[in-house]
Nanobody
């Protein structure tokens, strides 16, 4: 299976980005989806999860600013990020929970103050 994240970039604080995830067919079929991020020198952290029943959960640091979504329970997730802060800068990865033992290359998000 493969995962490919896209949509990152360099933005200013307060701007928005929408991240997308591409995956092989059936990868996310009836499986929870998640977004993680890893900043330089820090461990990878869970940012958002979306269960197949529609329940979404967010890290406290991104609540009310980020939204995880997917078109249906078969497709890979998106991550809408609003009101970005410099501390949101990281490489973002899509995966599942619990995470699979493979990862994509991630997409870099850089936020200037």
């Amino acid at each position: 299976a493969q995962l490919a994240e896209s949509g990152g970039g360099l933005v200013q604080a307060g701007d928005s980005l929408r991240l997308s995830c591409a995956a092989n067919a059936q990868t996310y079929a009836s499986t929870a989806s998640a977004w993680f991020r890893q900043a330089p020198g820090k461990e990878r952290e869970l940012v958002a999860t979306l269960r197949t029943g529609g329940q979404a959960h967010y890290a406290d640091s991104v609540k009310a600013r980020f939204t995880i979504s997917r078109d249906n329970n078969e497709t890979a997730p998106h991550l809408q990020m609003n009101s970005l802060k410099p501390e949101d800068a990281a490489v973002y990865f899509c995966n599942s929970v619990p995470p699979w033992n493979y990862w994509g290359q991630g997409t870099q998000v850089t936020v200037s103050s």
